[in-house]
C-alpha cells in the first residue's frame, strides 16, 4: 500500500491532525517500538505497528456507518443550510470523503449507508450488481393484485422509463403496506411506481440493503459502524 502521512491515518480514528501533532511531540506515540519523530512521517498504514499510549491503533482504510435516517434531512455530504445524513455522524465516526451510498428522498426514513469507498458505494448501487434494497411503502389505499403484478412483471413509467421487476409482497397487519425489493435507485422510483398504478405512496422506510437489516436498537437519527461481517450481508465483493 502506498505510504501515508502518520497524522492523516491516525485521523482516521476518533483523534484530530492537531491531537496528533499533539501526542506525537509529547512521545505518546510509537511506530514500530519508536516514538514518531514528527506527525508527517510517511508510514505504511497496512504494515506499521503503531501504538497510543500504549495501545495499539487498527489501521481501517475505510468506514462503514448505518444510520436511522429521520425525515427531514437530506441525502448528502453537505447541502448549504441543510441538516444532512453526515452531519448527524458523531465526531468520533467522522472522516473525509463520508458520503451516503445511495439517495433517500428528504421525507424517506431507514436505512443509509454512508462511507469513504467510493468502489463499494459504486458496486452496491449498480443495477448490474442486483444488490437488493428492502423498503416498507404505505400506501394511499389497499392495493389490487393487479397493480401489485404490474410490478412484479417490470413497470414502464409514464416517462418511458422502463424498471427491473420489483418483488413485492403485502404487509400481513396492514391492509395499506407493502414490502418492496429494488435493486436499481432511479430518482423517486418507489414513488414513481405506486403512483403510476394510481396508488401514491404516503410514508417510505427502507429497512435492508442486501440482507443487512436496520438494527432496530438505532433510533431515528442514530447510526452506528457496520462490522465486516455485515458489510458482507450488504454485498460480499
Ligand atoms: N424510492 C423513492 O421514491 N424514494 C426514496 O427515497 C427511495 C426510493
New binding site residues.
Given amino acids: 500500500m502506498a505510504l501515508e502521512r502518520l497524522d492523516k491515518v491516525l485521523a482516521t480514528g476518533a483523534l484530530s491532525r492537531k491531537e496528533v501533532k499533539t501526542l506525537v511531540r509529547k512521545g505518546r506515540v510509537l511506530v514500530n517500538g519508536q516514538p514518531a519523530v514528527s506527525s508527517d512521517i510517511k508510514i505504511d498504514p497496512e504494515t506499521a505497528d503503531i501504538c497510543v499510549d500504549s495501545e495499539p491503533f487498527s489501521y481501517k482504510r475505510y468506514v462503514y456507518i448505518m444510520l436511522n435516517k429521520p425525515a427531514g434531512v437530506v441525502?448528502a455530504s453537505n447541502s448549504g443550510r441543510e441538516k444532512t445524513v453526515v452531519d448527524l455522524v458523531p465526531e468520533t465516526l467522522q472522516r473525509s470523503g463520508l458520503f451516503p451510498a445511495g439517495?433517500?428522498?428528504k421525507?424517506?426514513t431507514g436505512f443509509v449507508l454512508l462511507t469513504d469507498d467510493g468502489a463499494f458505494a459504486h458496486r452496491i448501487l449498480s443495477p448490474k450488481n442486483h444488490i437488493q434494497?428492502t423498503?416498507l411503502a404505505t400506501l394511499s389505499q389497499c392495493p389490487d393484485e393487479e397493480s401489485l403484478n404490474q410490478l412484479r412483471e417490470g413497470l414502464t413509467l409514464r416517462d418511458g422509463t422502463k424498471l427491473l421487476p420489483a418483488i413485492v409482497e403485502r404487509m400481513p397487519k396492514s391492509e395499506t403496506q407493502v414490502c418492496i425489493k429494488?435493486c436499481e435507485?432511479k430518482?423517486?422510483?418507489?414513488?414513481?411506481?405506486f403512483a403510476a398504478v394510481g396508488n401514491p405512496?404516503t410514508a417510505?422506510h427502507?429497512t435492508h440493503m442486501g440482507d443487512l437489516e436496520l438494527d432496530a436498537a438505532l433510533s431515528p437519527g442514530q447510526c452506528r459502524e457496520i462490522s465486516q461481517e455485515e458489510r458482507k450481508q450488504i454485498a460480499d465483493f
Fill in positions: 441525502s439517495r433517500l428522498d421525507d424517506t434494497k423498503y429494488i435507485g430518482y423517486h422510483q418507489i414513488k414513481r411506481m405512496v417510505l427502507r
